[in-house]
T-cell receptor, first 110, second 115 residues
């Protein structure tokens, strides 16, 4: 099976940096995804890591350590619109279904 | 290009009734998925299909059935709805070519209430 753990809630200030952690235990691994989900909307893709290290995409970066079963999503220069739920998902094979964590609800305050 | 569409947007259903949630994608993706999301929780996989003509069970398949007669459509049926099936249902698809990221693209969701 797969266990995925994320903090339930986080709060940060506009303009600041926030790091959302995700730990996982899985019998197989072929990639870790981060999705963003605004309230009442569908999840949308943010990032994908399959090798160890940091992937940077604008204000968002994602890090993976496969040996530690650990990933984080780093959001820089926070904006109010970044208030959303952030879902970590792990995939066991090279295509197809993933298992999702319960998500971290981020609130950005002025 | 519409991507993924779901119907209905929302539905209130009496317990014991049969209900089919519709999902259609126009991206010619091989794989499709049905998830449910309960308040404050993540997505739980109900059923999936890696390619037309095949389906598989996810984490929470009981009380649900699916079919994949063609590439574009992946309906989810509740044979006899129960209140615990009250949830938001998301359909998703991915290329599933075995190459690349294989990102999942999600439909807008169906909000189902079973009374």
């Amino acid at each position: 099976g797969q266990n995925i753990d994320q903090p339930t809630e986080m709060t940060a200030t506009e303009g600041a940096i926030v790091q959302i952690n995700c730990t996982y235990q899985t019998s197989g691994f072929n990639g870790l995804f981060w999705y963003q989900q605004h309230a009442g909307e569908a999840p949308t893709f943010l990032s994908y890591n399959v090798l160890d290290g940091l992937e940077e995409k604008g204000r968002f970066s994602s890090f993976l350590s496969r040996s530690k079963g650990y990933s984080y999503l780093l959001l820089k220069e926070l904006q109010m619109k970044d208030s959303a739920s952030y879902l970590c998902a792990v995939r066991k094979t090279n295509a197809g279904k993933s298992t999702f964590g319960d998500g971290t609800t981020l609130t950005v305050k002025p | 290009i519409a991507g993924i569409t779901q119907a209905p947007t929302s539905q209130i259903l009496a317990a014991g009734r049969r209900m089919t949630l519709r999902c259609t994608q126009d991206m010619r993706h091989n794989a499709m998925y049905w998830y449910r999301q309960d308040l404050g929780l993540g997505l739980r996989l109900i059923h999936y299909s890696n390619t037309a003509g095949t389906t598989g069970k996810g984490e929470v398949p009981d009380g649900y059935s699916v079919s994949r007669a063609n590439t574009d459509d992946f309906p989810l049926t509740l044979a006899s709805a129960v209140p615990s099936q009250t949830s938001v249902y998301f359909c998703a698809s991915s290329e599933a070519s075995g190459m690349g990221t294989d990102t999942q693209y999600f439909g807008p969701g169906t909000r189902l209430t079973v009374l």
